[in-house]
């Protein structure tokens, strides 16, 4: 069988994919969105390709298997699932230069605005918005060695603390936490990597991108993604809720008595408004979503 190459479109942004994140730049934009220039929608409008590439690869396992160039099981002879099948399909459209938005950057992100929802975690790394696949708070190192966070996602892994109508959110840290390890042992947090980055953009006063993972599960339909096994996102969205502003951080124990790190993070005015109360009903749509139409219908 004659080798199939990636779609029309990706294999030639390749090198240019892999210089952008050679050099992880510190741009910081304005507080508030647009206007939006051509530039922008040209942004999106590569955004839109991509994720329409990325979700098509995790319904259609022909076209997965004979792209990716990983063996189908992990090193233990298991077959991936979950995150693993999420991960494999990214690093496939990275390979051919796929990903949008590859430099890291603080502020809102080009051909992105706030209310867009993305249906899986790895979509936000693809498009630029949190490039972590996994870890809750992203962040950059500037030339002077100083780390400032660019991004944190309210996965709702850990004990964070927000009214979902309210400008406040109260974070927890990262690291050392037993609910993702069960076999290891409580510790206290440390002020390092992301931790120490939230409170360094806290002094910067620097905005920092928020995400919030919220429930919108619709039982009336079944998942026909390769993916929907357990450990994958399916049955939320993550919606963009735009640019905050640590504006404070502390120390207090945490339900397994170790040391747990808060930060107080405010919402920045001038933004468009989100009622993220409506994400936590079943059914309910976004006026903001990348990529509708009935493609949609089968992710």
């Known amino acids: 069988m004659a080798a199939v190459g990636p779609k029309p479109g990706f294999s030639s942004k390749r090198k240019q994919a892999k210089q952008d994140g050679k050099n992880p730049r510190a741009v910081v934009c304005a507080d508030n969105e647009g206007p939006f220039t051509a530039e922008w929608y040209a942004s999106r409008r590569k955004i839109e390709e991509t994720l329409r590439f990325y979700r098509e690869l995790l319904v259609n396992r022909k076209l997965f298997d004979e792209l990716s160039q990983e063996p189908e099981k992990s090193p233990d002879g298991k077959k991936y699932s979950g995150i693993g099948v999420h991960m494999r399909a990214a690093r496939v459209l990275e390979s051919s230069g796929g990903w949008v938005n590859t430099s890291k950057q603080i502020g809102h992100v080009s051909g992105i605005k706030v209310g867009d929802d993305f249906r899986w975690r790895g979509e936000l790394s693809i498009v ?18 100083k780390t400032l966070a660019t991004s944190i996602v309210d996965s709702g892994r850990y004990e964070n603390g927000v009214g979902i109508t309210s400008d406040v959110l109260i974070y927890c840290g990262e690291g050392e936490n037993p609910n993702l390890s069960r076999v290891r042992k409580p510790k206290d947090q440390r002020l390092v990597g992301g931790n120490l980055a939230l409170k360094n953009s806290m002094d910067s006063k620097t905005p920092v991108r928020v995400i919030r993972r919220l429930t919108d599960i619709d039982t009336s339909k079944e998942s026909t993604t390769v993916g929907a096994a357990k450990g994958n996102d399916i049955g939320y969205k993550f919606v963009y809720d735009g640019l905050y502003r640590v504006t404070g951080f502390w120390k207090e124990r945490g339900k397994f008595g170790r040391y747990v790190y808060k930060f107080s993070l405010k919402r920045i005015e001038r933004q468009p408004e989100l009622d993220l109360g409506k994400w936590n009903k079943v059914g309910n749509g976004s006026a903001g979503s990348l990529f509708k139409g009935k493609e949609n219908d089968i992710y």
């Open 128 to 145: 630029g918005l949190h490039h972590e696949f996994q870890k809750g708070i992203d962040y950059m190192k500037l030339i002077n060695g």
